[in-house]
């Protein structure tokens, strides 16, 4: 068994796992845009006899908590093939994660897990619960005027990203989004449109 980052070349392998593991395909234009992406340096994967048995992808974040930065290591794409697992290959993973973390400052490490009792062993705790609440219409305050005006600005990320981050540091948990991030993971979605409200506080 050997535990190690995974190289370009082995990108096919890596999202072959993947679609397999969490039941999706890609068309031939979105593995062109996925493999754009791909960092093999953030992608650790065990290998036995040469193939890629068990992976995980390591990103490296920031977050907000009680109005300060620390670094996060992201955990996701967890994922072994079906005659590898119940080998402890995942447990090499997440421990050989943990020690990349400790090693760069990782203090913190958020993960959206299939199952809670699962990373729980590996010292993981649910940290949010969505809760959803239906309202009667009528029950709501009545809409205030409040001034100002929407304007498209389409892609502008120096002005998403200020009023985000304004929003963001205010609580516990929220993202610190990169330009990267934006670019790739929130405009690419939202087609680069989205609109502001300016109010007559903001604009003067």
Request: some cysteine; hydrophobic content about 35%.
């Amino acid at each position: 068994m050997q535990i190690r980052q995974l190289t370009d070349q082995e990108f096919d392998e890596r999202v072959e796992l993947s679609m397999y593991a969490f039941q999706y395909e890609l068309a031939a234009e979105e593995m062109t845009e996925v493999r754009s992406r791909f960092k093999p340096e953030e992608t650790w994967g065990v290998f036995i006899q040469n193939r890629l048995a068990a992976q995980l992808t390591l990103i490296p974040l920031q977050i907000y908590l009680h109005g300060k930065t620390f670094s996060m290591g992201g955990i996701a794409s967890v994922s072994t093939w079906p005659e590898f697992r119940r080998q402890g290959l995942v447990a090499h993973l997440l421990t050989h994660a943990m020690e990349l973390m400790k090693e760069n400052g990782q203090t913190i490490s958020f993960l959206t897990p299939f199952a809670f009792d699962f990373y729980r062993k590996y010292g993981w705790e649910t940290y949010i619960d969505y809760k959803r609440y239906e309202i009667e219409t009528a029950l709501l305050p009545k809409r205030k005027e409040t001034g100002g005006h929407v304007e498209q600005r389409t892609g502008n990320i120096e002005l998403l990203s200020g009023i985000y981050e304004e929003y963001a540091s205010r609580y516990n948990g929220t993202l610190r989004r990169t330009k990267e991030w934006w670019e790739t993971l929130v405009l690419r979605r939202k087609k680069r449109t989205c609109s502001c409200l300016f109010s007559r506080k903001w604009s003067s």
